[in-house]
């Protein structure tokens, strides 16, 4: 019994590092996916899960942002605007927070 609780002991924290690490090392990949695209027409500018099977995605694409929504029957188109410049977005963002 006192093996079994040292060893819970020891690799219970181990393991929620190794999640925390994962978690992390997706973001980055994440924002670097949908990060600047230098020489490309597509650009992801945010994702929103609305559950596991459900996606909603803002796409830049030829100077127009395009909503979208993503799931297993495939992607739909649900809005199309004008792309913000940068200093627009950060506004908007601001004014969120």
Same mark, same amino acid.
Do not use: N
């Given at each position: @019994? +006192? &093996? ?11 393991? !929620? !590092? @190794?999640? &925390? =690490?994962?978690? &992390? ?5 994440? #924002?670097? $996916? ?7 027409? $597509?650009?992801? $500018?945010?994702?929103? @899960?609305?559950?596991?099977? @459900?996606?909603? =995605?803002?796409?830049?694409?030829? +100077?127009?942002?395009?909503? $979208?929504? =993503?799931?297993?029957? +495939? ?11 940068? #200093?627009? !977005? ?8």
């Amino acid at each position: @019994m +006192g &093996w079994y609780l040292l060893k819970l002991v020891l690799l219970l924290p181990l393991i !929620a !590092a @190794m999640i &925390w =690490a994962c978690l &992390w090392l997706a973001r980055g990949m994440q #924002e670097r $996916v949908g990060g600047p695209a230098t020489g490309r027409s $597509v650009r992801i $500018v945010e994702t929103l @899960m609305l559950s596991p099977t @459900m996606k909603l =995605a803002v796409i830049e694409f030829h +100077g127009r942002e395009i909503l $979208v929504s =993503a799931s297993r029957q +495939g992607l739909t188109r649900l809005a199309e605007a004008p792309a913000r410049s940068f #200093e627009q !977005a950060l506004a908007v963002e601001d004014e969120t927070q």
